[in-house]
């Protein structure tokens, strides 16, 4: 069973670019959540989408933005790039949807994209 | 504001000895707790998890206890071998928040042979 797939894994960008990521979740899950990690701040929640739904946003400027598409494939995208926003992003797919499934239903993560912004 | 804290940025233990991660929250609407470990390169991979309700859930070598009270929860690894050598992170959610989990900083841990 393939797990959650990620693309593309590393990339740079500049300030003031855009960048688009993608993530699979695997066959059947259909929550799909959006985490940054950085050395300073750990793992910090981004969104969260549910069959197309966002059903949480985390504290973040409106320069990240997502979505879900019917097939529950995700992206994220991060609109006019500052060196602050390096980091790992990592996505997380679930089958179920969260709160008490949480214990049996954990959140299965890809290996990330990591960010470098120059 | 760090609703999830991990005090202990590194811990190091010989193998075969108890390793003890800590992790204190603020929020008392946190449900749910979760550890997940991290090798390098890799996305973190879930460990064991808690329910409000319990004080302890033991799986093989790992078991987590929950304090309530004290908004204080800690993983004990049993006996301690060098491939537990990760970052292991600390997680916590609300029953009405979905997937949405808060995550501590994260404790690297090392175990010697």
């Known amino acids: 069973k393939a797990g959650v797939t990620q693309t593309p894994r590393y990339l740079i960008k500049t300030r003031g670019q855009q960048v688009t990521l993608s993530c699979s979740p695997i066959s059947g899950h259909r929550s799909v959540s959006w985490y940054q990690q950085t050395p300073g701040q750990g793992l910090q929640f981004l969104f969260e989408?549910?069959?197309?739904?966002?059903?949480n946003k985390g504290n973040f400027p409106g320069r990240f933005s997502g979505r879900q598409f019917s097939n529950s494939r995700s992206e994220m995208n991060v609109s006019t790039l500052e060196l602050g926003d390096s980091a790992l992003y990592l996505c997380?797919?679930?089958?179920?949807?969260?709160?008490?499934?949480?214990?049996?239903?954990?959140?299965?993560f890809g290996e990330g994209s990591r960010l470098t912004v120059l | 504001d760090q609703q999830v804290k991990q005090n202990s940025p590194s811990l190091s233990v010989q193998e075969g000895r108890i390793s003890i991660l800590n992790c204190d929250y603020t929020n008392s609407m946190f449900d749910y707790f979760l550890w997940y470990k991290k090798y390098p390169a890799e996305g973190p991979t879930f460990l064991i998890s808690i329910s409000s309700i319990k004080d302890k859930n033991e799986d093989g070598r790992f078991t987590v206890f929950l304090n309530k009270s004290a908004k204080h929860l800690s993983l004990h690894i049993v006996p301690s071998q060098p491939g537990d050598s990760a970052v292991y992170f600390c997680a916590a959610s609300a029953d009405n928040a979905g997937n949405m989990l808060t995550f501590g900083g994260g404790t690297r841990l090392m175990v010697k042979p």
């Open positions: 997380a797919s679930s089958i179920l949807a969260g709160g008490p499934d949480l214990i049996t239903g954990e959140l299965f």
């Open positions: 989408y549910f069959s197309e739904t966002q059903r």
